[in-house]
């Protein structure tokens, strides 16, 4: 039982952190004005982030007793999403505010390569369960 409660967990945060990045906001982008996409999606990414945490945190408390390495992963995962949500997203949000171009796109190449660390570490503890 604790195996399928681990191996859901895992896939919950594998499939929710896909979603939001390669579908939500993908999404909001085509779907909404410009000014409306930007809003609702700097709205929505504490919320991410703070799925992300939970999420990662609850997987490798689940799966510490099944897999060291997954676990460590994963705790990877919730400790890094941490000064992600809260020191890099504001500074996105402030070069943006503040039309910090070359800011922006440094901070938010940042964010993204953590965001596809996160989905791909994710992917990888959940295959290590196929």
Do not use: C
Not at 103 to 121: N, P
């Amino acid at each position: 039982m604790l195996e399928i409660a681990s191996v859901l967990t895992v896939a919950l945060l594998f499939g929710g952190m896909a979603l939001f990045s390669f579908g939500f906001a993908a999404f909001l982008f085509t779907a909404l004005p410009m000014a409306q996409a930007r809003s609702t999606i700097r709205a929505a990414f504490p919320h991410f982030y703070l799925f992300v945490l939970v999420t990662a945190v609850a997987g490798a408390l689940l799966v510490a007793s099944i897999d060291t390495s997954s676990a460590l992963l994963l705790a990877a995962i919730g400790i890094t999403v941490v000064p992600t949500r809260q020191l890099l997203m504001p500074a996105i949000n402030a070069a943006t505010d503040n039309g910090d171009r070359t800011r922006f796109k440094w901070l938010h190449g940042a964010s993204v390569l953590i965001t596809l660390a996160h989905i791909g570490l994710a992917g990888w503890v959940l295959a290590r369960f196929v």
